[in-house]
């Protein structure tokens, strides 16, 4: 069965400073989805950046970027120029492939502060 | 603001209770996706409708129940509410279910007394 895991629960970073939340999964099937989701004190869960395990290229959205190693099945994600807006519960989603069923199996979530 | 809405924002009922969860996708998708989000399990998925039909089942107990109207909107329907049921509630929908990235509702806050 597919697994997420995000082994830092809490994560710490200063104003305008980077950071990066790693995340690693655990699958058999080499087409699939990976998923950073945002989730702020409102609880709304917030789409971050979508990465197509096809793709060789890192996907990038604003400050935000990936780094996927297929072989080593990681999926980390780095905040440049962190803001306070940043502060939040950061998940790490992976999506089964169309042909098997289409529900994301979410990591246990790392909470970002930042700090000014 | 995604388009996916969820009513009501926030449900408190006692155990034993029977409650139901509305949501109404963004325009034009066709598929829902129920989340269960609790403290001690984390996110997980219930399960899945598309385009009226149940087409996949997570963790779904058997006092829950969900079904996918003609006009593309989802219920959740929760019985014999435990104090375990309380969590967050999410929906998400995407066009067709296939490769589409979810989209996700504001969530229902679920309340069992």
């Known amino acids: 069965a597919q697994t997420v895991t995000q082994s830092q629960p809490e994560m710490s970073v200063q104003e305008a400073e980077t950071v990066t939340l790693s995340c690693t999964y655990d699958?058999?099937?080499?087409?699939?989805?990976l998923f950073w989701y945002k989730q702020p004190p409102s609880r709304q869960m917030i789409l971050v950046i979508r990465q197509e395990a096809y793709k060789q290229q890192n996907a990038t959205e604003n400050r935000f970027s990936v780094n996927f190693q297929k072989a080593a099945k990681s999926f980390s994600l780095k905040i440049s120029d962190s803001q306070l807006g940043d502060a939040a519960m950061y998940f790490c989603a992976y999506r089964t492939p169309p042909y098997n069923t289409d529900k994301l199996i979410f990591g246990t979530g790392t909470r970002l502060q930042v700090f000014p | 603001d995604s388009g996916v809405t969820q009513t009501p924002k926030h449900l408190i009922t006692a155990t034993g209770q029977r409650v139901t969860l509305r949501c109404s996708p963004r325009?034009?998708?066709?598929?829902v996706y129920w989340y269960q989000q609790s403290l001690d399990q984390g996110l997980q998925f219930l399960i899945q409708?598309?385009?009226?039909?149940?087409?996949a089942k997570g963790n779904i107990l058997e006092r829950f129940s969900a079904q996918q109207f003609p006009d593309l909107h989802s219920e959740l329907n929760l019985s014999s509410l435990e104090l375990g049921d309380s969590a967050l509630y999410f929906c998400a929908s995407t066009p067709t279910g296939g490769a589409d990235t979810q989209y996700f509702g504001p969530g229902t806050r679920l309340t069992v007394l």
């Open positions: 409708y598309y385009n009226g039909e149940e087409r």
């Open positions: 325009s034009g998708d066709l598929s």
């Open positions: 699958t058999s099937e080499s087409d699939y989805y």
